[in-house]
């Protein structure tokens, strides 16, 4: 690896993680990176995964400072996507991913619908809980969230923040503090599949990762003065700009 690949892994990985922190998407930021530094769509998929890893422990930890998660009930809904994200990472080990980038985008696009016609469910200040008995469907959900998440993890923040907005009732701030929080969770499960199989490069992960933390470390710090009516407006954008390019580039 040339000095100039490790700045833009850095540079990459600090922009990419600031918007996913606060919104979601920044896979699809350092997924083509990777891809493009020479790694195999399987390697860059399993590769990102460290980045993610350590990303989130910044993040968590900031949010946690902030008093914006509660870790009790927020584990109700980190086990199914736990689960389910065993199982979307033995897949994504053996399954071909053409069919499902259709899939993530019709589903993005979707995604940028919602959000654009309930602006007032995504704005509005809502305390929000988990039930201490969360409903099945919550449970169905977030088991097939984690499935996604295990399996590719580009746009998976676009559905965890949809289950905890619309679902749970979180407003964003609160719910991208949760949403971090079940995501370092789930990728723990899902990066040892992947370095068990041997798909990590520990040496493109670990510098992706140093630009990923400093992204999320900014972004999660900074989430409550940003407010959520503009992580609203940052979520439109991605969320169209993350589905062109899955559908169309």
Not at 18 to 26: P, Y
């Amino acid at each position: 690896m040339t000095i100039l690949e490790a700045l833009l892994l850095i540079i990459a990985g600090l922009f990419a993680w600031f918007i996913n922190t606060l919104a979601g998407s920044g896979s699809l930021i350092t997924l083509p990176l990777l891809m493009f530094l020479g790694l195999s769509p399987h390697q860059a998929n399993a590769t990102n995964r460290v980045a993610i890893f350590f990303q989130n422990i910044v993040a968590v930890r900031n949010f946690k400072r902030q008093k914006l998660i509660d870790f009790k009930s927020s584990r109700l809904l980190v086990i199914p996507a736990l689960l389910g994200s065993l199982l979307g990472a033995i897949w994504a080990v053996k399954i071909n991913e053409d069919i499902l980038n259709l899939t993530i985008g019709c589903l993005l696009f979707g995604m940028f619908f919602i959000i654009l016609l309930k602006p007032d469910k995504w704005v509005k200040s809502q305390a929000g809980q988990v039930d201490k008995k969360p409903p099945i469907w919550q449970i169905i959900i977030f088991f097939f969230i984690g499935v996604y998440g295990g399996f590719i993890q580009a746009g998976v923040g676009f559905f965890l923040l949809a289950g905890l907005v619309l679902g749970v009732g979180f407003d964003l701030v609160r719910a991208n503090a949760v949403k971090v929080f079940i995501v370092l969770s789930y990728t723990a499960v899902a990066l040892g599949i992947f370095i068990y199989t041997g798909q990590v490069d520990f040496l493109y992960g670990i510098i992706l990762a140093i630009g990923n933390a400093s992204g999320a470390f900014i972004a999660s710090k900074y989430a409550k003065k940003i407010g959520v009516k503009y992580i609203r407006y940052l979520l439109l954008t991605t969320v169209f700009i993350a589905g062109v390019k899955v559908l169309f580039l």
